[in-house]
């Protein structure tokens, strides 16, 4: 009398003959899960549009600031007269950058400035 | 009363249609003529928008690290300085948390503005000149939204900078 093979046996084996190419491909699996998981985030961060060398920023990728010039005013010490004036005088020249500048100011979206306007007509 | 009521409706309808004539007056129309110059213009315009669109990014990036260091390297370390030696810090606390608000509120409407653009110049201006405008139209309010972000952010500086010369006075009284 021959026994049944059992199906759980029988798929576990043919798991066992396979197991390499399993496991290549749940590697893979995870890594694209992983990696969606990042690029989500880098949209989602705001990285992406911080991020000059993506297409299209090429030619002002050597204009950005390094920023890391700037030390700072410590936050340790005393506070008297002479760390008083000297907190003014780093935060004076920060903030001397930071106001003269009308950051993404002006008219360069208008439909003047984009010619979709229709022109006026003249008046002969 | 509906003599009163019908005299009501017939005001309320001649506002709204005043309202909407000045609206429409405001912009011009959508004609078959404007689509046609959109479309003869528009490559040229998608030019000027991806030029933007990069300076705009770099500015982000400059603009953004100064905005930052005023925050992280100036005006965290004098609150946290003057806590450490037990003075009044007034508002500066306050006008500090203000200011890292309104920091990200710049940096989510940036990200707004960026999206949008970026969708923009992505548009076929030529198949879809409606669009296309319509998408200029909406970045344009989104990169007006960044620059009142920006403005609210100097506004924060300029505050910060007049409590601290208020500290600085009543500091200089107290050591007298």
């Known amino acids: ?124 | 009363m509906k003599r009163y009521l019908l005299l009501l409706s017939l005001v309320l309808a001649t506002l709204a249609g005043v309202a909407t004539v000045a609206h429409a007056e405001n912009e011009q129309p959508m004609t078959d003529e404007r689509v046609e110059v959109i479309r003869a213009n528009c490559k040229e315009a998608t030019v000027t928008l991806d030029r933007l669109h990069a300076s705009d990014g770099l500015l982000r990036v400059n603009r953004g690290q100064l905005f930052e260091s005023i925050s992280t390297k100036l005006m965290t370390p004098f609150n946290n300085r003057l806590n450490a030696n037990q003075l009044e810090r007034g508002l500066l606390p306050t006008i500090s948390e203000e200011y890292v608000s309104r920091l990200d509120t710049f940096r989510s409407d940036y990200q707004e503005y960026e999206k949008s653009m970026t969708r923009t110049l992505a548009i076929d201006c030529t198949r879809q000149p409606v669009t296309f405008y319509d998408a200029v139209v909406e970045t344009r309010t989104k990169r007006q939204k960044v620059h009142d972000s920006s403005v609210l952010l100097q506004d924060s500086i300029r505050k910060y900078r007049a409590e601290v010369d208020v500290f600085a006075s009543k500091f200089k009284e107290v050591a007298e």
């Open chain 1, 1 to 124: 009398m021959t026994e049944e093979p059992n199906p759980v046996t029988q798929r576990f084996e043919r798991f066992k003959e396979h197991k390499f190419i399993i496991l290549v491909g749940s590697t893979i699996l995870v890594s694209l899960f992983l990696v969606g998981i990042a690029l989500s985030l880098y949209a989602s961060s705001g990285a992406a549009q911080l991020d000059l060398s993506r297409v299209g920023y090429k030619e002002v990728r050597d204009k950005a600031d390094r920023g890391d010039t700037f030390t700072g005013f410590p936050a340790t010490g005393k506070i008297d007269k002479e760390s008083l004036e000297q907190f003014k005088k780093l935060y004076d020249t920060q903030a001397k950058q930071a106001l003269n500048f009308d950051s993404f100011g002006g008219t360069p979206m208008t439909d003047e400035a984009l010619s979709l306007t229709v022109p006026a007509p003249v008046i002969e």
